[in-house]
């Protein structure tokens, strides 16, 4: 069996990334085959997590995997976070929409989010640390926003200006 093939994904400032994703309406053979797209294509740029909205679905899919040694894959189709620690920590992150920056968002150190699995079961995940980062992270990327809306407006300058110079270079080398 061929591997699946990879999908582009979304560069910020693209506005596409501003969509806000609708949800999915059948967990069916289409998600799942776009569900093994997506970790391919996660894993291939090296990412922990990929909400289907960076890859151009505007539809309530995450991928997400934080284990050293890639194997523990977890689904999130039309995740709802049911609850946040009032406990927040400003961590680094990074995004596969954002390459090459990374900088630092507050989030709430654990949560409590309810969701389909790949094969439409109802799942409720408490996630702590890196996972409930990452969950934190990708949902945003479903509401239509990217971590670095959090920076100052100055910064998000700085981000812009450096990411469109590195696409304009790009499409002339």
């Known amino acids: 069996m061929n591997p699946p093939s990879l999908l582009p994904i979304l560069r910020y400032p693209d506005p596409r990334l501003h969509t806000v994703a609708r949800p999915v309406q059948a967990v069916d053979e289409r998600i799942r085959a776009l569900i093994e797209r997506m970790f391919a294509t996660m894993?291939?740029?090296?990412?922990?997590?990929?909400?289907?909205?960076?890859?151009?679905?505007?539809?309530?899919?995450?991928?997400?995997?934080v284990s050293e040694t890639r194997d523990e894959p977890l689904v999130l189709i039309n995740p709802e976070i049911e609850w946040s620690s009032p406990e927040k920590r400003k961590g680094e992150e990074g995004?596969?929409?954002?390459?090459?920056?990374?900088?630092?968002?507050?989030?709430?150190?654990?949560?409590?989010?309810?969701?389909?699995?790949?094969?439409?079961?109802?799942r409720v995940i408490d996630a702590q640390g890196m996972l409930a980062v990452c969950i934190q992270h990708e949902m945003d990327h479903l509401l239509g926003k990217v971590f670095v809306e959090?920076?100052?407006?100055?910064?998000?300058?700085?981000?812009?200006?450096?990411?469109?110079?590195?696409?304009?270079?790009?499409?002339?080398?």
């Open 43 to 65: 894993y291939d740029a090296n990412g922990i997590g990929l909400a289907a909205t960076q890859v151009d679905v505007h539809e309530r899919l995450i991928v997400i995997d």
């Open 95 to 122: 995004c596969l929409s954002v390459p090459g920056i990374y900088d630092g968002v507050e989030r709430s150190i654990a949560v409590r989010v309810r969701a389909l699995d790949a094969q439409g079961a109802e």
């Open 150 to 173: 959090y920076l100052s407006p100055l910064k998000q300058g700085r981000i812009k200006s450096k990411l469109v110079k590195a696409q304009r270079e790009a499409l002339r080398a």
